[in-house]
Nanobody
Framework: QVQLVESGGGLVEAGGSLRLSCAAS????????MGWYRQAPGKQRELVAV????????YGDFVKGRFTISRDNAEKNTVYLQMNSLKPEDTAVYYC?????????????WGQGTQVTVSS
C-alpha cells in the first residue's frame, strides 16, 4: 500500500510561484509513475503533469512551460511540482497520484489534495 501526503499549497498572487510536494510511503516508490492532477470547483479533474519511473515527463497543454515536475527517489520518496507564473485559473485542489504509465498515467493511489488559490 502506498500513502501519499501533499503539502505546499496556499494563497499566492498572480505571477507568483509555489512548490508542491508529495511524500510517498513504501519501498517501491521508484517503480511508480507519479502525477499531479487538479480539480477546480465545478470542473472535472485534469492531469497537470506526469513523471515516469524513468523520469520522463509530460504536461497538460495549459502548463505551457510554467510548471516543472521532478522526483527524488534516492532519499525522500517525494515528487515535486514547481509552479511559476501562476494565474487565477490555476486555482484548484491539486492531487498527487501514483500509478503506472501507458501513454498516460493510470492512477492506483491518491493523496488527499492541497488547495492552491491564485488571487488576481
Amino acid at each position: 500500500q502506498v500513502q501519499l501526503v501533499e503539502s505546499g499549497g496556499g494563497l499566492v498572487e498572480a505571477g507568483g510561484s509555489l512548490r508542491l510536494s508529495c511524500a510517498a510511503s513504501g519501498r517501491i516508490f521508484s517503480m511508480y509513475a507519479m502525477g499531479w492532477y487538479r480539480q477546480a470547483p465545478g470542473k472535472q479533474r485534469e492531469l497537470v503533469a506526469v513523471i515516469t519511473s524513468g523520469s520522463g515527463t509530460n504536461y497538460g497543454d495549459f502548463v505551457k512551460g510554467r510548471f516543472t515536475i521532478s522526483r527524488d527517489n534516492a532519499e525522500k520518496n517525494t515528487v515535486y511540482l514547481q509552479m511559476n507564473s501562476l494565474k487565477p485559473e490555476d486555482t484548484a485542489v491539486y492531487y498527487c497520484a501514483a500509478g503506472f504509465y501507458s501513454g498516460t498515467l493510470l492512477p492506483a493511489h491518491w493523496g488527499q489534495g492541497t488547495q492552491v488559490t491564485v488571487s488576481s
